[in-house]
Each structure stands twice: as C-alpha cells, then as structure tokens.
C-alpha cells in the first residue's frame, strides 16, 4: 500500500461553492449547557486499543473510563501534572448556544455548478458511467426475468441502515508506514464498533502497528519526545471539542497548530432544536434536527481525493436530526450540501427556490491556524463514509490515505452444476459475454473466472444443455479454473490417490473440452479441507493441478467479514473472498433477501459498494444460479461498478488470481504465516473438518519449558497418571513435538494431531520403551492429554500461536535460578558436541560481546535469554489468563516432587488424584527422586538428567546474579501479583546476592 502523497495545499479552484451567508448571527444566545468540573481533570492515555474501544462509550454522556494513566506531557514539554487540570469556572464553559430567535429555516446563498440533476439510466449497456445503477437492459433479460432496474440513485430508497453516531472522541495516532489500509479502516470500523455496540473487533490485528485511542473524559498525552502522537483528531461528537475546559482546549489546538494536526468533528443529535446557534467561538452557525434530502458534493472542495464530486444522492437522506452550517467567513468551504426534504416540510415548497443548505464544512484554518472537517450527520449516510475516509486524507496530509487502486475478481462457482431449471440457456451465456465486456470497459482486465466440475455437464433441459455447450464455444472468452468433478468436499477424504483420482476426472474433462487448466487457481467446495486446512487437498491439487492460489471466506472465520485475511500454506497462497451477497440459491433480483431495496442499498453506497472501497484486493464468489433467471448477479455487479465509478475516482481493474495473490501478500506481508485455530471453536469450521479428527485428542494442558529446568521429569512423573497421557513421540525430537514454536508450525494442523491420536490408538508405550510406566486408568475414561516442548516457553510467537488452537488449555511451567539454568542449559550443549560451547568456557560464552562471532552470540542468546522470566511470563499472560498459568518452583520438584505433583493434579482437575508417595522413590545412587517400579527397582531418568559436571565459577555466578537482577525483581513482582504463590528460595537468594 503505497502513502498518498498528501492533499495539505487546497489547489481547488472553487468553481462551484456556495456562499451560504448564515443568518442572525447577532442575535441574543445563552449558554446552553455546563461542563462538570472534573470532566476532563486526567489525562489518560490507552496503551492497548483493545481497552480503548471496550470502554468506548456508546450512551453519548462521555463516561468512558480508563485504567491506565499516563503522565502529562503538553506539547514539547515535560509538565507537571496538576497544569492540566481544568482552571476554568465551571460556569464559564459553554457548548453549542442556542440562537433563540426563531429562523426562517434556510441558509441563505447560492450553490451553483453542483450536481444539479438526475442522472439518468442511458440502459446502453455500453459501461456508461452514469450513476444510475439500471443495468437490465444492458444484461439482456429476455424472458422470465424481471430485472426491471432502473432505479435511480437513492431516490426511494430507505437508506434504512440504522447507524447512529454516539459521543466519544476518537483519536487517530499518527499512522507511518506500510499498512494504512488497516488503520483507516480500523478508524472506520472504530466508529462502527461505537455504533453497533460491537466489541470484539479489538481481539484483531486490525491495528497491525497503529493504533486508535479513545480517549475519555480527558485529553490524552499528545507528543512523545517532540513528536506529535497523533495524525487526526476525531470528534465523534463535537460538543466535547467546543465544551472543552479552556486549558485542555488551549492544549489541543496548540497540538493541532504546531504538528498540523486537523480535526474532525461530527454534530451530534441533541433533543433541543438548535435554530441559527452559534458554535462557541467560531462565525459559525446551525440549524439542527432538519430532514433532508439530495446531497451533492462539492466539486472545487480540496478536501475530495478518493469521493467523486459531481452527482447527487437523490432522495431522502437518512434521519431526521441532520444539522446544517450557516457561515459567512470564507475559512469556511463547504463539501456537501442538500435541500430540505419538502416531503417534509411542505410549506417551505410552496413559491420558493430550494436553497442548498451545507450538511459538511471544511474550515481551512484562516481564522485560528487549524484545519477541520465538520459533519451535519452521522457516517450512518453513506457518502458520509466516503468523504469521512477523504477527510482523514486531508488532515492528515495524506498519511492516513488509501490508496486509490481496485482489484476485482468475480468467481463464477459451479459451472455445469444446478438443477435443471436453474441453469444457463444459450441467452444467458450471451448476457454474460456482453455484460463481461461492458464491465471490461470499466474495469480493466476484467474477465468472469469460471470454475466448472465436468460431472455435471449436460445435466440441465435441452436448452440448459445448448447453453453448457454455448460456453464450451466460448471457452476464450472466460478465465476458467477447476471445482472437484463431483462437487465433493475434500475434506471427506482421507486417501490420497481417491481424491487426486477425483480431480484427474476433472483435468481429463478440461483436457477434453479445450479448457485451460493453467490458471494455478482453484477452489473447494464449501470451502472444505481449505481452512481448516486438510493437508491431503493441498497435497493432491499441487500434484494434479498445479494449484497456487484459492481463496475463502474461512480464515480466520467468516464473521466479521472485515477481519477476513490470507495466509500461504505448502506454496499455496489463500487469499480472502469478500462477500456480495448472491448466494447458490439467491437466483432473482426481486427474491433477495430483503427485497430489490435491500439488494440496491448493498449496491448503491451499503455493504458492497463499501467492501470495494476499503479492500484494495476483491475475490468475489457467485454461482452459475446467480447467472440463469433473471441474471441477478450481472445486474449486481455491474451496478456496483457503474456506482463507484460515479462516485469515487478508484481505478478499477481486474487481473488473474495468481497476478492478484502476488499483490495481496506484497501489499500484507505479515499475513504469509497463517494462525491455525481450533476448529471446534467454530461451527462452520467443525462441519468441513475430517471425522477422522477429534479435538478431544488435542493437549488440555502445555508444558511450556524452559529446558534444564526440569520438564523431563515433570513429564515423567506426568506419564506415570493412568488419567493423564501425552503425544507420541516423535523420531526427531522423542518426546517433544516443537510444533507451536518452528518450521513444524507450517506443516500444519494435521501434522500436530497425528501425534494425538484419539482412543486406545495413543496409550501406552513399546514395552521397550524408557518411558515410564502409566498406573492402570479407569476404564473408559478420558485421557488428560498433555504436550511438552521446553523450547515453548520463550518462542517468541508461541502464545500467540498456541492460544489460537488451545485458548482454553492449561500452561505448565518450571522455573529454577535462571543463572543455573543457564549453565546446566550450556553443560547440555557441551555433551550433545556442541563445536562452540566445546571450544568456550561458560564465562566467554555468557561475556561474549556484540562483535563476537555470530554462532558465539547466538550461543550467549540461547543461553541467557530463557531465563528472562518476567518477560516471556508477561507474554504468555498477555493470551492466557493467570488463571490457567501454573508455575512451579523447579528446585521443589527436584527436592519434593510428591508435593509439586500433588498441586499439579489439583490444578488441573485431574481425577483421579495419584498418590505419588506410592511411585516416587529417592535414588540415592542417582540423587534425584525416580520411579518405584516395586520395592527395590527404580527407574530414573537417563544421564543426561541429572548429569555430574563442576560447579559454576564463581565469577560466572556472580556476573549472571547481577545480569539478572531487573529481571528477578520484576519477577517477585509479578508473581506476587498473580496472587499467594511462595516466593521460591532461589530467587530470594539470587536477588540478596545479586546486587
Ligand atoms: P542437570 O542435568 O543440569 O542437573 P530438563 O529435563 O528440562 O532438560 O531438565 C534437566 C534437569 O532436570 C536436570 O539438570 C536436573 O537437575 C533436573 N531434574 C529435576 N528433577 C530430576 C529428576 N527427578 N531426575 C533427573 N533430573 C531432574
């Protein structure tokens, strides 16, 4: 995504403004409303986003509260705190005042050059960019379909989408860097999590690095060393601007002047009818509560980038609270206007010229120095949307900018497949010749991509069987890509060569009917075996198809559709699909859902119109029902094509999904690791999932690491419960599978579960086997499935990773003094024949400077950076709650196992409870407690558990006491925050000699 280069110079020559002149400015006002004192009396800043939008306020009264506080800082200042409080009377503080004297109700002034008329539907189908969005004639309807189109923009329409804008200040933080669709749209979607009442948007990786604060009561901190912390400043109710305390008014507006930060500000409903009032302190006026109807834009406002001026929404707009602006200086500029609805307000028709009342208000900083964009309504209008995304543009000097690049690809599922009735005639086909080259007028490259399952060909009435044969003639004319033959879902098969059998039927029926098979792209039926990924499916289309790309609506889940991202697994890059709404059975334009209304309302500036305008990259999916009867889908899509071309500048352009993937993952490159989740966790996800797969099987508790603290013997002890049993092992790292933490991450979900394998399957190990012998569980009864990799526990992705497929699971972990377990951890290294722990003693390798050798600093890393335990604790806290974290003392399961193991089984609820007094039992010639097997057998861990080598040099010791001293104090403080746990003896002793 590239930055736009920014709009801060206002080169518009306005050719068409109007001059509203704003009337009884002098006439008598009183304040209307006072401000509490301690409104805005702390600062507040919000570290996490999350926190942020869950207290965002959504009853308009401003009582959002926050937890984290943060120190003052004005404006390239440190401050002290109390300088921020309010120092203004409180009967000083005035927001919007009300004009008392009754107005005639219009803003007097002329609007010349603005969309001045219907734009009519030319019905050519020629790809006229007329706003209309009638296209039935254009697809050809010959017979049954109704398709009687022509509707034109809004004038009817409801725009019923009942969004309402509540009070909170939204701030934008100042956005740099790669991914500025993701904070734009998150600072859309903020306002829409404040609207829909919508929380969980924040568990997301919306933010990708940005970040949105809501603030509260209270201004935020502004600057971080000199710098501005903020790109935009957003009112989502502008009476918390104007009511501000003077100080913190003063605070901002010197932020905004020095750092050019602009503001936007939407006027909130408010119960009292505002008549001529005058916003506190500017030459600003307005009328409140009015209906209206017919927006125009304006086309000389410099604040329009990615909106088109030029037409006008006809028709009633939505609510009825809609404030206008009356102002006669010309720092003002206004960007939309409309008429008073005279449905409405009949007698204002009546012998008089309709005059153009201004619904949004640039104010181009001549007045005070800063620039602002002030909303009459809501974003529940949906230009509002359009211009709101120009406006952050705009004030945040094109930083906050999408950019103005569209693709659009439309999948045509299920070609050949339908019942009969339902089915392409040799007229559809033409329609979708033709529409295909009206819409390539319009979108460049734009080519319908047709996935077929040859099964099915000729299934259809005789005519549906001239139109299968139609397309066939016109096998050029499309971009073509393979479903399964039988329309299977591939997650029901568990054989490979059956399901690469399956797909070759498919392949010889292409071969056979000329139909490329080169597209490298390929799509699942219901989006089975793709997410959750079915490793077989990604293995037999490599092989029979070449695949390289699919797409799906799946991943992470199909709600919220916004959240939707792509990931690359086995070489196969699986974009997003976004949704348009025509499904399989969604076959006329009058039977959508909702009704023809709703299906324009989607198309003329609602959910379709806007998918396209916020995702740079679009994969659509309809079906070949979509395309027969009254070709529902050609009239969709044109529309909404001829709608953004009336109303946005976007360049619209379409290219082969390959062509599109490689933009997707350049454009998000963070996205190319994918999230395995549970599939239990979601419905839709459980129905495309093999039977064969359980997530009973999956691990109920993780034993985390880190290494040399234990975890053999933890696990050991473990494996001795006849309830509790493990993975099996694997021939490369034995008992370990390392799968949340390296490469073994990409071999997928499927590759994990194969160590769990459910019912007997999993029991009990080889008689052969080192492994410790379980007590007899209770017949029937579930195993506690558990998994240990000592490397978990400071992999720096594994929580995240880990939370995603196991967010209910129990973490294990021990910890000893970290300083002896880095040495143990360095004697380990030495006797698997590490060359540079051979060839280093422990004290060069924990010294080891940055300008060592590489491998050296690697080793010194590996070494030390395990036992930073606060921090890596810190970052699986961040997923888990403390709740289901465990900590064990190491020192304690070395010296008194039969404890730790008894705790251990409480905490996870394990039944029944073992007595391990019973099978633990002090070996005296290996000095560590092992297994009883009777009563004089033992058997204990290997060598490599308990090993003999010389103590640590005392230097080396008292280096790492004092290396770790921050991060053992930051440990006391966090365990003794996460409640009564004992603080262990050996972070006592280290922190009293650490100093
Ligand atoms: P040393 O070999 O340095 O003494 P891990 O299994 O995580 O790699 O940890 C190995 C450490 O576990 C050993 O480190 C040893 O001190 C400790 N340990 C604790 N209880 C043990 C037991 N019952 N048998 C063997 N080693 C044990």
């Known amino acids: 995504m590239t930055i736009s280069s920014g709009e801060t110079t206002a080169t518009a020559t ?38 942020a939008i869950a207290e965002t306020e959504t009853n308009g009264s401003a009582s959002a509260t926050a937890t984290a506080t943060a120190t003052p800082a004005p404006i390239g200042a440190t401050t002290d705190r109390t300088m921020l409080l309010p120092l203004e009377d409180t009967n000083a503080a005035a927001g919007i005042v009300t004009y008392k004297q009754k107005s005639n109700g219009s803003a007097s002034g002329s609007a010349s050059g603005h969309g001045n008329g219907h734009i009519n539907s030319s019905g050519s189908g020629s790809g006229s960019t007329s706003c209309s969005t009638s296209s039935s004639t254009s697809i050809g309807i010959s017979s049954s379909g109704s398709g009687s189109g022509g509707s034109h923009l809004g004038a009817g329409s409801s725009y019923s989408m009942g969004w309402t804008c509540h009070c909170c200040n939204l701030i934008a933080r100042r956005c740099f860097g790669i991914n500025v669709r993701r904070c ?238 339902t089915r392409l005639r040799p007229d559809d086909v033409r329609a979708l010749v033709a529409t295909q080259k009206n819409i390539a007028a319009m979108v460049p490259g734009f080519k319908f991509n047709l996935g077929f399952s040859g099964k099915y060909y000729h299934h259809g009435t005789r005519e549906e069987n001239l139109g299968d044969d139609f397309l066939l003639q016109n096998v050029q004319e499309f971009n073509w890509f393979s479903h399964m033959w039988k329309h299977q879902q591939p997650h029901l098969y568990d054989n490979l060569t059956l399901l690469m059998a399956e797909m070759h039927l498919n392949y010889a029926f ?29 293995v037999a289309w490599k092989k029979v198809w070449n695949v390289k790309v699919t797409s799906t609506e799946e991943y992470p889940h199909l709600r919220p559709a916004r959240l939707r991202r792509g990931f690359i697994h086995r070489n196969i890059m699986v974009l997003p699909r976004q949704t348009c709404g025509l499904f399989t059975h969604t076959m006329y334009i009058d039977r959508y859902p909702g009704g023809r209304d709703k299906l324009d309302e989607s198309i003329q500036g609602g959910e379709l119109f806007q998918t396209i305008v916020y995702n740079p990259i679009n994969i659509f999916m309809t079906h070949m029902s979509n395309y027969g009867s009254d070709r529902l889908a050609l009239y969709t899509f044109q529309s909404v094509i001829k709608f953004l071309q009336c109303w946005t500048n976007l360049k619209l352009a379409s290219a082969p999904p390959i062509q599109l993937a490689e933009m997707y993952f350049q454009l998000h490159p963070e996205e190319v690791d994918p999230v395995w989740g549970n599939p239990c966790d979601d419905a839709r996800h459980k129905k495309i999932w093999s039977k064969t797969k359980n997530c009973d099987s999956l691990p109920k508790f993780l034993v985390i690491g880190p290494q040399k603290t234990g975890t053999t013997a933890l696990y050991t002890f473990l494996s001795m419960h006849g309830s509790i049993a493990s993975n099996i092992a694997s021939p490369d790292t034995f008992e370990e599978v390392q799968f949340f933490n ?30 410790p012998s379980p007590m007899p569980t209770q017949a029937g009864s579930p195993r506690y499935m558990f998994e240990k990799s000592a490397t978990y526990f400071d992999g720096e992705a594994v929580p995240k990773r880990t939370h995603a497929l196991l967010p209910h699971a129990k973490i294990v972990t021990i910890l000893i003094s970290p300083a002896k377990r880095a040495y143990s951890w360095y004697q380990h290294q030495r006797a698997h024949g590490d060359v540079i722990a051979n060839n280093y003693s422990f004290y060069q390798v924990i010294t080891a400077s940055d300008s060592a050798p ?22 699986w806290l961040a997923y888990y709650p403390a709740q289901q974290v465990h900590i064990i003392d ?46 004089k057998r033992n058997k204990c861990l290997g060598k490599s558990k308990g090993r003999q080598y010389p103590t640590m040099d005392e230097r080396s010791g008292k280096l790492l006491q004092r290396y770790y001293l921050n991060h053992n104090t930051a440990l006391v403080k966090l365990l003794k925050k996460l409640g009564s746990r004992p603080i262990p003896q050996w972070l006592k002793e280290d922190l009293s000699t650490g100093t």
Not at 513 to 536: D, Q, R
Not at 854 to 874: F, I, M, S, T, V
Request: charged share 20%; net charge negative.
């Open 854 to 875: 590489r491998a050296l600093k690697d080793l010194r890393n590996r070494c030390l950076n395990p036992g930073k335990y606060a921090q890596h604790l810190e970052h």
């Open 890 to 935: 190491g020192d304690q399961l070395r010296l008194n196992p039969i404890d730790v193991m008894n705790d251990l089984q409480r905490f996870l609820k394990v039944q029944p409870l073992l007595d391990y007094s019973n099978h633990l039992r002090y070996d005296v010639k290996k000095g560590f407690y092992c297994q009883a097997l009777n009563e």
């Open 14 to 51: 306005a050719t068409a403004r109007a001059t509203a002149t704003a009337r009884g400015a002098t006439t008598n006002i009183h304040h209307a409303t006072a401000i509490n004192r301690n409104k805005y009396e702390k600062l507040i800043t919000k570290p996490r986003s999350q926190d």
């Open 184 to 421: 734009v749209l998150a600072l859309l979607a903020i306002t829409m999590v404040t609207i829909f009442y919508y929380t969980h948007y924040v568990d997301t990786d919306v933010f990708n690095g940005y970040k949105i604060e809501v603030a509260g009561k209270s201004l935020p901190v502004l600057t971080n060393l000199d710098k501005g912390r903020y790109g935009v400043i957003v009112f989502e109710n502008l009476d918390k601007y104007l009511n501000m305390d003077k100080w913190n008014r003063e605070l901002l507006d010197k932020y905004c002047r020095e750092y050019d930060v602009g503001i936007v500000g939407f006027l909130s409903p408010s119960e009292e009818t505002l008549v001529g009032a005058q916003l506190r302190d500017f030459p600003l006026f307005v009328n409140t509560n009015l209906r209206l109807r017919d927006a125009s834009l304006n086309p000389g406002s410099s604040v329009l980038r990615l909106t088109r001026a030029g037409e006008t929404a006809w028709g009633a707009l939505p609510g009825d609270d809609w404030a206008v602006f009356q102002h006669n200086h010309s720092t003002y500029e206004p960007v939309e206007w409309a008429q008073r609805n005279t449905n409405e307000y009949p007698a204002d028709s009546v012998g008089q010229v309709q005059l153009p009342l201004t619904t949004v208000l640039q104010d181009r900083g001549h007045l005070d120095g800063i620039q602002r964009v002030l909303f009459g309504s809501s974003l529940r209008f949906w230009l509002h949307r359009l211009v709101f995304l120009d406006s952050l543009s705009y004030l945040s000097h094109g930083q906050l900018s999408l950019n103005l690049e569209r693709m659009i690809l439309v999948d045509i599922d299920d070609i050949f497949v339908g019942e009969k009735g």
């Open 742 to 771: 390296g490469n073994n991450y990409y071999r997928g979900l499927d590759w994990y579960m194969d160590f769990f394998p459910s019912g007997e399957a999993l029991s009990l190990p080889p008689s052969n086997s080192s492994s």
């Open 510 to 538: 292409a071969v056979d009917h000329n139909i490329p098979t080169s597209s490298g792209y390929s799509i699942s039926p219901h989006h089975s075996g793709v997410y959750p990924a079915h490793e077989l499916l990604y």
